[in-house]
């Protein structure tokens, strides 16, 4: 909410997170695809804000889009139009002029480059920076972060929102943050801040200078309202940085936990040797479990769907970390004629304090075969589906046969509900098979060194596997052309 003392004779939209009005896609103009942030209010969209910016360092490869600086017009596609009941909208380098404020646009790198967007919104009027941004986690980088705001908003005043995948607002001095690492899906923040602040501190501090002028686009709406004058503005906060141990603790948990349930696996499994790699890993599996239950214990449905799902239990809900990770997390000591004692006791001792299925077993008969061992720890030998075992036990034998066989016939003499099927057989078995064709084991980004080969493959390897809504979509379509109850009985 955006305070603006005095004003007067304007439509109130109530509490308004700029963000909530603001998505993030990419764009075809001209025959050339760009990045860019959609404005929209009301149905109707404001302003197509191309990047300008664009990264092409770390895990960043942005340079297959192109940059934009003019406003221009933008046709839009006839779907588009018929929604919106617009032809055209603005396409461009510009800014949203309220009946009360400014408001310019910022897209993730842009923050981070010395001739930021924002320094010549600021001279010249700009109030309110906005910034969408999906930049992700490394070690110490929300410190970087937080001096590059405050040198921002030290120089020419103002106020920064930065909503990035875990949400947080920023404003001249920080007023409100969400939590940095979390297993929460989205996060919502307000905050109540006066605009005759910025004002204040401009007129104090800022002279005039050459700067580049922004084309302003008329919107009919307010941010305030002349009945919230006596609204208490946030104060400022201090800002609690976690520790780079922290971090490693919370951050690469948060990445296991949204493995795990995006992967419809059971569980994981860890070859714990007493030995610190293999303990510290444990140790961040039992974080992931300390952060579920600390979710559920805060009311997040979600993550209590999840946990219900991935452990096969509809009625289960999970309080204790150690017993959670008793169903999560299976490690196993695998001992062979040159192990000792020592190592066998330490990791014992672990999977005893963090609560993990522990198993000792001995691996010197691994000569028999990888079924061979499978079978004596589980007491089972795991089957196909077409021979009655479990879809998880079909994919366990699917990564040890280590085959992926393409599901896609041809379809030319097929019926429409007979493509359909194959079109969503497709995809389903290409996104439960796809990560067999990652080479090394998948990682956690935690800071630009790396030694993994694939730092220049980025295609996703971990879908959901359901597709509920692009299969909607294909169920809609074949609906269009033959009986509802046919349709069920084939799809």
């Not at 209590?304 to 490690?331: A, I, K, M």
Request: glycine letters at 6%; aromatic letters at 10%; proline letters at 4%.
């Amino acid at each position: 909410m955006i305070r603006r003392n005095g004003h007067k004779g304007s439509e109130y939209l109530g509490p308004c997170d700029i963000s909530e009005i603001e998505k993030k896609l990419p764009v075809m103009h001209h025959n050339v695809r760009y990045s860019c942030r959609v404005i929209f209010l009301n149905k109707k969209i404001l302003l197509i804000r191309p990047k300008m910016i664009l990264a092409n360092y770390g895990n960043n490869r942005e340079f297959s889009m192109m940059y934009w600086l003019n406003l221009g017009e933008y046709f839009l596609p006839r779907m588009i139009q018929d929604l919106t009941g617009q032809t055209t909208v603005p396409f461009g380098d510009g800014v949203l002029s309220s009946k009360d404020t400014c408001i310019g646009s910022e897209i993730c790198a842009e923050l981070w480059n010395p001739r930021s967007p924002h320094v010549d919104m600021g001279l010249d009027g700009i109030e309110i920076f906005t910034n969408s941004s999906a930049s992700y986690h490394e070690l110490r980088k929300v410190l970087t972060m937080s001096l590059i705001f405050r040198i921002c908003l030290f120089q020419s005043g103002g106020i920064y929102l930065f909503a990035n995948q875990k949400g947080c607002e920023r404003s001249s001095h920080l007023r409100i943050l969400s939590n940095q690492i979390s297993s929460d899906l989205q996060e919502v923040v307000t905050a109540t801040l006066d605009l005759e602040d910025v004002r204040s501190y401009r007129g104090e501090r800022c002279h005039p200078h050459m700067h580049k002028p922004y084309q302003r686009i008329q919107t009919d709406f307010t941010l305030s309202d002349c009945d919230d004058r006596c609204l208490p503005t946030h104060q400022p906060v201090e800002w609690i940085f976690h520790t780079p141990e922290e971090e490693i603790s919370l951050g690469p948990a948060c990445w296991l936990w949204d493995y795990l349930r995006r992967s419809g696996q059971a569980g994981f499994l860890l070859p714990l040797s007493g030995g610190v790699d293999s303990s510290s890993t444990a140790c961040i599996v039992y974080s992931m479990c300390v952060q579920i239950c600390q979710a559920v214990k805060d009311g997040n449905s979600q993550v209590l769907e999840d946990v219900q799902r991935v452990v096969n239990n509809s009625s289960y809900r999970p309080e204790d970390p150690r017993e959670l990770c008793g169903h999560l997390f299976t490690t196993c000591y695998m001992a062979s004629e040159n192990s000792s004692e020592d190592t066998c006791n330490r990791a014992k001792d672990l999977a005893a304090q963090i609560g993990s299925n522990h198993l000792n077993i001995n691996i010197d008969m691994a000569v028999k075969g990888m079924l061979g061992i499978f079978s004596m720890v589980t007491g089972k030998w795991p089957q196909f589906r077409a021979n009655g075992g479990s879809v998880r036990e079909n994919l366990a034998l699917q990564n040890v046969q280590g085959n992926f066989v393409p599901c896609f016939v041809q379809i030319k003499f097929l019926g429409v509900l007979q493509v359909a099927t194959k079109v969503k057989h497709f995809f389903r078995m290409y996104s439960i098979n796809r990560h067999k064709m990652t080479t090394v084991t998948p990682s956690y980004h935690a800071e630009n060194y790396s030694p993994d080969d694939n730092l220049f493959d980025l295609r996703p390897f971990l879908y959901n596997t359901q597709w509920a809504w692009q299969f909607r979509c294909i169920d809609n379509e074949v609906s269009r052309h033959f009986p509802t109850n046919l349709i069920k009985g084939v799809i």
